[in-house]
């Protein structure tokens, strides 16, 4: 699961709050094609589904870049 910041930084530039199914999938369009995250992997980094596993380096890059950073380690 993402950190809080990180999760309100999500939330203030897609202007979503995520209380629904529906604010998921808009913010997964809204990513470009080469960075697309699909529904489950954006509920289970923001912590709305469970996942034993940890996200892989390149889903993270794909975070920041939505952010306007060039990868996650500089966000």
Request: glycine content about 6%.
């Amino acid at each position: 699961m993402l950190s809080l910041p990180i999760i309100e930084m999500i939330k203030k530039k897609s202007g979503l709050d995520f209380n629904n199914a529906k604010d998921f999938e808009v913010l997964s369009e809204s990513f470009p094609a080469s960075d697309r995250l699909g529904v489950n992997t954006l509920k289970r980094l923001m912590g709305y589904a469970k996942s034993p596993i940890a996200p892989r380096k390149a889903t993270l890059d794909a975070l920041a870049h939505y952010l306007g950073s060039s990868s996650w380690e500089t966000l």
